[in-house]
C-alpha cells in the first residue's frame, strides 16, 4: 500500500459518522419542528384574527375568504421553483433566508388598513414559507434514515399543527386584551430566534454532504423537473394532495369563524375548542408516521402501507360532512376533532409516499410539486367555503363538498401513484 493510499484508508476509517448516522441528527429534527411550529403560527394568525380584524375593517365572510386565500396564490406557484432551488442549492441558506423574510411580512401586518395591502402582505408571506415543506423533506431525504422518515416527517407536522393550536390559544387570549395589530407584530418577531441555531448546526453537515455530492450530478435543469408534472405518479401525488390539502385549509382558515359566527362559542371558548383538535391531531400525526414505518421495517411493502394509512385517513376526515348538519354545537366539535385526526393518520403517509417513489436527487423538485397541487386547493379552499357561506347562510354545504374532494383524493392516491419517478440519469 503507498503513502498515499494508507491516508486515505485511515482517513475513512477515522473520519467522522455521517449525519445520518449520528445522534445530532435528533437535534436538526427539533430544528425542523420548530421551524414548522412557528411557519403554521403565523400562517393561522389571519384565520384567528379574521373575526377581530373584519370588524375592525369592516370586511363581510366574501371578502374575509378572499384575504385567507391570497396566502396561497404565489405559495402554490412557487413550490416547485423553491424544491428546485433547494436540490440544487441547498437546504440551510434557503430555509433561513425564507423563514426572516416571512417573519418580516407577518409583522408588517399589523400596520395594514386595508383589504389590498393585506392581501399584498398575505401574498408575501406565502412566498417566504414556499420554501418550508421542500426543505424539510429534503432534510429528511439528506440527513435521515430511510426507516425513520414516517416518523420525523410525522414530527415536523405534528409542530405545524402545535403551531397552529397555539397561536389559536394565545390569539383568543391576547385578542381578548389587546388588538389584532399588536398579534401581529409580536408573532413576527418571534421566530428570528431560530435562524441563528440553524444556521450554526447545519454549516458543517451541509459542508460535508456537499462535498460528498459534487461528484454527483445534482439535481436536474428547472425545465426538466418542470416535465415531471408528465409522470403519472407524480400526477396522482399532485391531484391527491390538491384534495387533502383542500380540505385541511378548509379547518385551518375558517374553523375559527365558524365556531364564532355558526356554532356562536366566545373568543376564548373558540381558541381552546379550535386548539385542542389540533394538539389531538399533533399526537395522531406521530403515532401514524411511527406505526406506518414499524411496519415496513416488519418487511411490509411501503408504498402499500403509506396508501393504506392515507386512505384509512381521509376517509375518516369524511366526518366533516355530519359536522355540518348536526343541530347540536357540542356534536359538532367531537365530529371536527375526529375528522382532523383523520387527515393525521393521512398526513406523514402522503409526505413520506412522495419519498418513497421519487429519486433522492429530485425529492424536493417532487415534494414541490406536490405542496403546489395542495395549494391549489389551499387557494380555492377559503374562498370558496367563504362564497358559499356568504351566499347559503351557513358552512354546512361548503363542508359536504369537502367530503366528496375526500373521496376523490382517496382514489387518485390509491389508483395513479405508483411508478418510481426518476429523471433520465438519475439515480436513488
Known sequence: MTPAEFTAAKDVRFAP???KESPQRWSLMVLLVVAMLFCYAQRTALGAAAKSMSDDLGFNPAKTGVLLSSFF????????????????FGVRRTYALG????SIMSALTGLANGLATLILLRVLLGVGQAVAFPASSRAVANWFQES??????????AGARYGGALILVFGGWFLFYYNWRWFFFVIGAAPLIWVAPWMGFLKKWEGEWTAQASTEKQGASFMKSLALLKH????GIFLGFFAYNYVWNVFLAWLPSYLETERKFTKIEMGVLNAIPLMVMSVVI???????????????????????FIAIGMLICCLIVPAGFVEDRMTAVWLLSISLSGLGVASPNTWALT???????IVGTVSGIQNFGGNVGATL???????????????AMALALCGLILVAGVIVFWFVVDEKVELAGSGS
Open 286 to 308: 406521530v403515532i401514524s408516521g411511527a406505526l406506518s414505518d414499524w411496519l415496513i421495517r416488519r418487511g411490509y411493502e411501503e408504498k402499500r402501507v403509506r396508501k393504506i
Open 355 to 361: 419519498q418513497a417513489v421519487s429519486s433522492k436527487k
Open 73 to 88: 396564490w404565489a405559495y402554490a406557484f412557487l413550490q416547485m421553483p423553491t424544491g428546485w432551488l433547494v436540490d440544487r
Open 232 to 235: 403519472r405518479s407524480v400526477l
Open 17 to 19: 459518522p455521517a449525519l
Open 148 to 157: 425513520e422518515r414516517g416518523l420525523i416527517t410525522g414530527l415536523y407536522l
Open 381 to 395: 379552499a377559503p374562498m370558496v367555503t367563504g362564497f358559499i357561506a356568504h351566499f347559503t347562510g351557513s358552512f
Open 99 to 102: 423563514l426572516i423574510f416571512w
